[in-house]
């Protein structure tokens, strides 16, 4: 069975609930249908939909939820220290974003599917207002699930969100991308460090990032398996690691890829979707204390349910 349909599977089994808070655009309308038609998982849609959903879809209008003033003093509340009044924390709560936010943070929902129709700011904006980060993390970032043509599935990280990283962030976001591997597959991730030097074969201080930033996520998570600084051919090629980094617990071996940037990792995820013809399903946004996923405004139907379901295995 391909890995994505296996998703989908699993996700049925766990009976989250996913809320989708742009309810207007006709392709979250028909991404809603296809996870309640499936059973993947209960479905919210914030907002007034254009036609109604068939029964057992949930519809949710922020303007008549009972609960919404508890909501905007909950706002007022987290955000008050940044100057926030009860006049803003209202009309924060008129956004579907935000309303949906609050329902995550509440426990009304596992998670949150957006980016449809809003940019990938105000949906980073709503979750860390709301949702808040995950308890040891300060840093929110991404991977994209690459399924080869083979089917193995790798991780690419960070490709969506953190342009330039220092040490500590990408440290971070090697371990949140090998944790999220790992609950998406089942298993061990195997994490590559990558830049364009591998063990010291070039001198430069972006090299030293990456190799500084190998030595603190080994310090934080000491039976991960990771390795770097290495080129990508010694991190996926079994020969080229053997010659390059000979010894490495992951060299020719990886299963999930850390870029030095965002610059890197955008460039290289989409030379692996449209040279490689891998399947590129993402980004997937980690580091919220709960599920709160971007989308990509191009984005289609299925492109939302795959989401989802890896919303809810990772919830």
Known sequence: ????AQFRRRAASLNRTVVLPEAQDERVVE????LHREGICRVLLVGNPRTAPPAGIGVVDPAAHPDRAAFEELYYELRRHKGVTREEARARLQDPLFFAAALVRRGDADLSVAGAAAPTARVLRAGLHLVGTAPGSQVVSSFFLMVLTDGRPLAFGDC?????PDPEQLARIALDTAASYAKLTGAEPRVAMLSFSTKGSARHDRVERVAAATALAREMEPSLAIDGELQFDAA?????GERKA?????????NVYIFPGLEA????????????????VGPVIQGFARPFLDLSRGCSAEDIVETAAIGCLIA
């Open 246 to 254: 000979p010894g490495s617990p992951v060299a020719g071996r990886a």
């Open 1 to 4: 069975m391909d890995i994505l």
């Open 236 to 240: 996926f090629l079994p020969r080229v």
């Open 160 to 164: 969506a969100v953190v342009p330039e």
């Open 265 to 280: 990792g955008n460039i290289g995820y989409k030379i692996a979707q449209r040279l490689g013809g891998a399947r590129a």
């Open 31 to 34: 991404a809603a249908l296809r």
